[in-house]
């Protein structure tokens, strides 16, 4: 704090420098601000706008889901959608052997590994080992031996080519939802699928995990993006190996 007072007084009180000097400062210092007032804006204001329903139709944004009911009283609600060229039988195996001590979650390893040192690989096959996935599992988000432990979205309810719905509320008292992960999986056609996310927060979130929230919203998206265009690369590729259904 002694090494930040000089900075202090120097906004507070320009007045106790040198004319010169104080003119000078105030342009870069009113600068800098209108930099960092720009830069939140974009971030938190028209970025969750333009990613939160990336990809998807008015429809689909406005159309319940399985697992709305879990956060009935959502104050906020982002919903993503990708088509895939695969069929929902075909993309349903790539998507509950997610977690990163699994497969991945198919997003920005620089990110996941670099930043965070989480030690992802991103799986390109699907794993039979992980197609076992459970009601009260869950989908990691942090490995074992990580800060805090093996941490993630526990699973809630799940129907295998349809739907995965995941209880995301840390800090929360036992069996209150505040916040949801939906994979919703709808035939698109005889050999593609609409994949739709939809997460939504309620407002008995724990304060603190809604400043958090905020701050991290924009990451948060971007990094969803990222995994649902992960899903239909892997996916899809198989997709078009896999010959259509007979009528």
Do not use: C
């Not at 998206?221 to 896999?242: C, H, I, N, S, Y």
């Amino acid at each position: 704090m002694g090494r930040m007072m000089p900075y202090v007084m120097a906004i507070s009180a320009p007045s106790l420098r040198a004319p010169h000097a104080a003119a000078g400062f105030g342009p870069r210092f009113t600068g800098f601000l209108g930099l960092a007032a720009a830069a939140g804006f974009l971030t938190h204001a028209v970025l969750p706008r333009m990613l939160g329903t990336w990809g998807a139709t008015d429809t689909e944004k406005a159309m319940p889901l399985p697992g709305d009911d879990l956060v009935p009283d959502a104050d906020e609600v982002q919903t993503m959608a990708v088509t895939i060229p695969a069929r929902p039988e075909d993309v349903w195996p790539w998507l509950v052997q997610m977690g990163v001590d699994r497969a991945g979650l198919y997003s920005y390893t620089w990110v996941e590994n670099g930043l965070l040192h989480l030690g992802v690989t991103n799986a390109d096959r699907i794993h039979p080992e992980w197609q076992d996935l459970k009601v009260g599992d869950i989908i990691a988000f942090t490995p074992d031996g990580y800060p805090g432990g093996r941490h993630g979205p526990r699973v809630v309810h799940l129907e295998p080519g349809r739907h995965l719905v995941l209880d995301s509320s840390p800090g929360a008292p036992p069996g209150t939802v505040t916040g949801t992960w939906q994979f919703v999986l709808r035939a698109a056609g005889d050999s593609a699928t609409r994949l739709l996310l939809r997460t939504r927060y309620g407002s008995r979130r724990p304060t603190s995990l809604r400043v958090t929230d905020f701050i991290l919203r924009p990451a948060y998206l971007v990094m969803d993006r990222a995994m649902l265009l992960g899903l239909r690369k892997r996916a899809g590729v198989q997709g078009q190996a896999t010959p259509p259904s007979a009528p």
